[in-house]
Structures are given as structure tokens and as C-alpha cells.
């Protein structure tokens, strides 16, 4: 197991030191005269909650690799970017912290993306959550009305159970994505183990569909992002849709592309 940090983890920290705008003096009280840019060792090592001695032996690559919480605490105190924080996880030899599960806020790019593509390729967005939070007019032309009401009415799992499934994908579709979306949720739950929404999510369909409890007993976890998938339309009967996953890490939304295949 590796137990340091790379040689160019103290420069960032150095180089994210020397960005940060120093502290301004009481009222007052006659400025110190200070001869770098940027905060000083001592001032971001009290911000992040540890000795100014082992900050010090980070910037010059002298001390073990930090634990997850002090990479959080000096992230915070550096006042780092989600994208950032992650470059210093990697560069102390770890894995970046999992992004919260929900996030319903949709980026105004992606927002326009959607309207866009409305009358040609059917565009849905959902959350680490597995919580549809966004789709276009062409989706909602295939895939039909979200549920009513219901607390999962939105969560793409749920569906994968309903009759809705089987009527926009046919029975062996339908079959196919209940499966993915058991693996789905397995994975989401292992990003997410004190999600109280997803749990609860597991327990409703475990009690209620034997077709879930036969897929949970894989433990599967899938990773599959590609795939081709065939819709049913009520008035053009039956396409076939490239249907690729892409991932937007800064929100941890998914953006589920179906793109026609002539």
C-alpha cells in the first residue's frame, strides 16, 4: 500500500497557499509587513486544524501521507473547488471523496441542451440518487408521464418494476433494464451506504416485486454505459435508440442520450 504523497503534492499546496488572499487587519491595528503572497503556514494550518510543524513537513514532502479527514480539512481551509479538492486526493495517493447523492439543481447549459435536442433525440438526467431530475419533450413523448404520486415516482429503479417498463420496452426489454437497474441501485447504495432514501427504496421493492428480490440475489453492480435499447411509441410503433450514459461529476448527474439508429 502506498504511504506518501507525490513530490508535486507540497508544491500545489504551496501554489494554493500563495493564491489565497491574506487576512485583513483590525481597524486599527498598523499592517505586518509580509514578505510572500498569500496566507502564511501558520494561518492556513490553524484554518485547516492542525500544527503549523506538520503543514510545514507536507509542503516539503517529508510526511506521511495525510489521512481523507485532513485532505477535507485543508481543501476547506484552502478554499478549494470540488474539482480542486480532487486533484489534491490524487496527488496524496487517494481516491476523491464520493459527491453528495442529490443534487436537483440542473446547469443552465445542460437545461438548454435538452431543450434543443426536444424534437429529435429524447434527452433524461437523473441523480446519484437514481431520481429523474430533468428530461426533454422527446423523452417524455417515449417514455411516457411520470407517475402520479409516490415517493420513488421519479426514480429510475422503480420504474424499471412497473408496468410502464414493459410497455415502452416490451417484456424482454422490460426484463433487461429491470436487471441494470437492480445493479443500479446496488452500486448506488455502496456510493451511498447512510442514504436513508435509498435503503428505503431497496425495502419497497424487496417486499413488493419477486422480480427484484431475483435480481438482488445476483449482487450485481453494474458499470455499463452503452447499450442499444429499443422503445415502443404509441403512434410509430418500434425504434432502436444508441442509448449512451454520461456522467457530469461537478452536479453527479447522469445524462442519458438516446440517440435514433436509422
Do not use: C
Request: no cysteine.
Amino acid at each position: 500500500m502506498q504511504t506518501t504523497i507525490r513530490a508535486d503534492f507540497g508544491a500545489y499546496l504551496r501554489y494554493r497557499r500563495a493564491m489565497m488572499a491574506a487576512p485583513e487587519q483590525p481597524v486599527g491595528r498598523r499592517a505586518s509587513l509580509r514578505r510572500v503572497p498569500g496566507l502564511r503556514r501558520q494561518e492556513l494550518a490553524e484554518a485547516a486544524g492542525i500544527s503549523v510543524e506538520y503543514y510545514t513537513r507536507l509542503e516539503q514532502g517529508r510526511a506521511p501521507r495525510p489521512s481523507r479527514e485532513i485532505l477535507s480539512s485543508l481543501a476547506r481551509a484552502s478554499g478549494m473547488t470540488v474539482a480542486e479538492r480532487d486533484h489534491l486526493f490524487r496527488l496524496a495517493g487517494e481516491l476523491p471523496p464520493e459527491p453528495m447523492a442529490g443534487d436537483s439543481a440542473i446547469r443552465p447549459g445542460l437545461l438548454r441542451m435538452l431543450h434543443h435536442l426536444d424534437d429529435t433525440v429524447p434527452v433524461t438526467v437523473h441523480d446519484g440518487r437514481l431520481d429523474v431530475v430533468a428530461r426533454n419533450a422527446a423523452a417524455a413523448e417515449f417514455l411516457g408521464p411520470l407517475p402520479g404520486a409516490g415517493r420513488f415516482r421519479r426514480n429510475i429503479v422503480h420504474h424499471g418494476f412497473s408496468a410502464v417498463a414493459r410497455r415502452v420496452l416490451g417484456d424482454e426489454g422490460a426484463h433487461r433494464y429491470a436487471r441494470w437497474a437492480t445493479a443500479e441501485l446496488r452500486a448506488a447504495m455502496g456510493r451511498y451506504p447512510d442514504d436513508d432514501y435509498l435503503r428505503s427504496l431497496q425495502v419497497e421493492l424487496a417486499a413488493t416485486s419477486a422480480g427484484f428480490r431475483s435480481h438482488w440475489e445476483r449482487g450485481e453492480v453494474t458499470a455499463a454505459r452503452s447499450g442499444v435499447k429499443r422503445l415502443y411509441h404509441p403512434t410509430r410503433g418500434q425504434l432502436d435508440f444508441q442509448s449512451e450514459i454520461l456522467h457530469d461529476t461537478e452536479s453527479n448527474h447522469w445524462v442519458v442520450i438516446y440517440a435514433p439508429i436509422a
